[in-house]
């Protein structure tokens, strides 16, 4: 028996859009100021405050949750781990807050930092939001995002580069 076989050809450029990359080139660079470097120490500090404050709230939270359960309760895997995700959750939301509000955390006012746009104004919501975003994205891989700022050059953390911000001491 000889079976014929059977091929699918697809044309890329068919499906594939165009990218206009001419538009890219026009735009004019912008780079990051060079001071960046020297404020990771105090942006490590503020984070290390934030990060403070959120666990205090959050072991508050987790002692009276554990006083309210029955004595025959025994934490297990499952339950640790939506402990674990709360808490994620939590800093996420903190950040966000934080940022949609008045552009720096609690942290940051204490080191007296904030969050500003390429031009050095104040985030408008959307920019608060996209970093907000870039906290999310940043926390999640084990706080990978935060310690990529002591790796890039620009010392630019991905919440940084997703919201096209930066931070400047006040």
């Known amino acids: ?10 044309s890329i450029q068919k499906h594939q859009p165009e990218f206009d990359f001419d ?3 026009q735009s004019p660079s912008f780079t990051f100021p060079e001071y ?16 403070g404050i959120a666990a205090l709230v959050y072991c508050i939270f987790v002692i009276t949750t554990y006083l309210q359960m029955p004595d025959t309760f025994s934490p ?9 995700a709360g808490f ?6 903190y950040f966000f807050l934080f940022m949609l509000s008045s552009s720096q955390t609690p942290g940051m006012k204490h080191r007296r930092l904030t969050v500003v746009t390429r031009e050095g104004s104040p985030l408008d919501p959307r920019q608060a939001c ?6 999310l994205i940043s926390i999640l891989p084990v706080m990978l995002g935060l ?11 991905w919440a940084d580069k997703v919201s096209g911000t930066y931070v400047k001491k006040i």
Do not use: C, N, S
Request: glycine letters at 12%; proline letters at 3%.
């Open 76 to 84: 297990d895997r499952r339950v640790l781990g939506i402990y674990g």
């Open 23 to 25: 538009e890219a080139e």
């Open 130 to 135: 996209m970093r907000g975003f870039g906290y």
């Open 88 to 93: 994620f959750i939590l800093l996420a939301i």
């Open 1 to 10: 028996m000889d079976q014929g076989t059977k091929r699918t050809v697809i």
């Open 147 to 157: 310690v990529w700022a002591l790796l890039d050059p620009e010392h630019l953390t």
């Open 36 to 51: 960046q470097g020297e404020l990771l120490l105090p942006r490590i500090m503020a984070g290390l405050t934030d990060f």
